[in-house]
Nanobody
Framework: QVQLVESGGGLVQAGGSLRLSCAASGRTSMGWFRQAPGKEREFVAAISRSGGSTYYAGSVKGRFTISRDNAKNTMYLQMNSLQPEDTAVYYC????????????????????WGQGPQVTVSS
């Protein structure tokens, strides 16, 4: 069983930045998803267990950066140039199986989920 504890989020003006953190109780492949009101959960970014591979959704590429500190079993999502359309609940996800270099983009590929902090971007 893996426990995920998220922190960060909040309210920011358009063009601003926020950083989310997700601490895991073990070494896992991880990703971020988000869900806006009335919309389905969507993939944001993923990082391999080794930290050497990453993948981004087209809507955030160039603005968001996913990273991890394996010594702390913690993943980060640095979000820059935030826009109102980035407003959503952001979920950390993790899985313990698969290759160390694998990145996973589908929600059903993850076994564990964080509580989902709110990110609100005002115009």
């Amino acid at each position: 069983q893996v426990q995920l504890v998220e922190s960060g989020g909040g309210l920011v003006q358009a063009g601003g930045s926020l950083r989310l953190s997700c601490a895991a109780s073990g070494r896992t492949s991880m990703g971020w998803f988000r869900q806006a009101p009335g919309k389905e959960r969507e993939f944001v970014a993923a990082i391999s267990r080794s930290g050497g591979s990453t993948y981004y959704a087209g809507s955030v590429k160039g603005r968001f950066t996913i990273s991890r500190d394996n010594a702390k079993n913690t993943m980060y999502l640095q979000m820059n140039s935030l826009q109102p359309e980035d407003t959503a609940v952001y979920y950390c996800a993790a899985r313990t199986t698969g290759q160390a270099i694998g990145v996973y983009r589908m929600a059903h590929e993850y076994d564990y989920w964080g509580q989902g902090p709110q990110v609100t971007v005002s115009s």
